[in-house]
T-cell receptor, first 116, second 109 residues
Framework: GAVVSQHPSRVICKSGTSVKIECRSL??????MFWYRQFPKQSLMLMAT?????????EQGVEKDKFLINHASLTLSTLTVTSAHPEDSSFYIC????????????FGEGSRLTVL | RKEVEQDPGPFNVPEGATVAFNCTYS??????FFWYRQDCRKEPKLLMS???SGNEDGRFTAQLNRASQYISLLIRDSKLSDSATYLC??????????FGGGTRLMVKP
C-alpha cells in the first residue's frame, strides 16, 4: 500500500528554536497533504491543508506565521514550528491524498515534539 | 456542537465480547466516512470505509445512517489486540477529514 514517511519521529528542542518536520509520499504523488496536531488524550485537529505549488490553507486559530508550511513538490511537504514554546509540544501527523484521488488518506508515522 | 462526536469511553470489555461504537456528524452534506484505529503514540490506521449499504470485514461491521447522521462500528468476538482508540472520520470535501474525539476500547482477558 501507499507509504507516507515523516521525519523526525521524535524531537526535543529548546524554547525559542525552530523545528522542521518533513512529510514525504514515498510511492505516490500527492497534490494535497494535511497537517494534524494531537494533544494527549485528544483527537487529531486539522491545522492546515498543504497544496503543491500554492500557499497552504490554515484552519481557524492556527497561526500561519508560526507554523510555516511548504509543499514544494508532489512528494514533499514540510511543517516548520517557529520560535517553539512548551505549549507547542504535541504529536504532529501529516497525511497525503494520492493524485489519483482514491478517497483514502495515508498517514505518516507522526512526529512527537517536546519543547523544553 | 462538535462536527463529529464520539463517546470517549473507555469501553472495558472481556475477550470474546461484542462491542459497538457510534459516531454522529453534523454536516448533512458529508460525503464519505471512515473508521480509523489508533494505538497509543502511533498514527491512525484505516480500519474500514463506511458505506450506506453497510460493510463487513471479518469481525468488524460498519454502518452508515444518513437520515440520522451517524455511523457505527461493531466488533464481534473481541480480542486483546483490539484494544486501541477508534476514531471515526468524516470527509466533507477535498479529502479533508474531520475526526471525532475517539473512543477508547480496552479488552481484558
Amino acid at each position: 500500500g501507499a507509504v507516507v514517511s515523516q521525519h523526525p519521529s521524535r524531537v526535543i528542542c529548546k524554547s525559542g528554536t525552530s523545528v522542521k518536520i518533513e512529510c514525504r509520499s514515498l510511492d505516490f504523488q500527492a497534490t494535497t497533504m494535511f497537517w494534524y496536531r494531537q494533544f494527549p488524550k485528544q483527537s487529531l485537529m486539522l491545522m492546515a491543508t498543504s497544496n503543491e505549488g500554492s500557499k497552504a490553507t490554515y484552519e481557524q486559530g492556527v497561526e500561519k506565521d508560526k507554523f510555516l508550511i511548504n509543499h514544494a513538490s508532489l512528494t514533499l511537504s514540510t511543517l516548520t514550528v517557529t520560535s517553539a514554546h512548551p505549549e507547542d509540544s504535541s504529536f504532529y501527523i501529516c497525511s497525503a491524498a494520492s493524485i489519483t484521488n482514491t478517497g483514502e488518506l495515508f498517514f505518516g508515522e507522526g512526529s512527537r515534539l517536546t519543547v523544553l | 456542537r462538535k462536527e463529529v462526536e464520539q463517546d470517549p469511553g473507555p469501553f472495558n470489555v472481556p475477550e470474546g465480547a461484542t462491542v459497538a461504537f457510534n459516531c454522529t456528524y453534523s454536516n448533512s452534506a458529508s460525503q464519505s466516512f471512515f473508521w480509523y484505529r489508533q494505538d497509543c503514540r502511533k498514527e491512525p490506521k484505516l480500519l474500514m470505509s463506511v458505506y450506506s449499504s453497510g460493510n463487513e470485514d471479518g469481525r468488524f461491521t460498519a454502518q452508515l445512517n444518513r437520515a440520522s447522521q451517524y455511523i457505527s462500528l461493531l466488533i464481534r468476538d473481541s480480542k486483546l489486540s483490539d484494544s486501541a482508540t477508534y476514531l471515526c472520520a468524516v470527509n466533507n470535501a477535498g479529502n479533508m477529514l474531520t475526526f471525532g474525539g475517539g473512543t477508547r476500547l480496552m479488552v481484558k482477558p
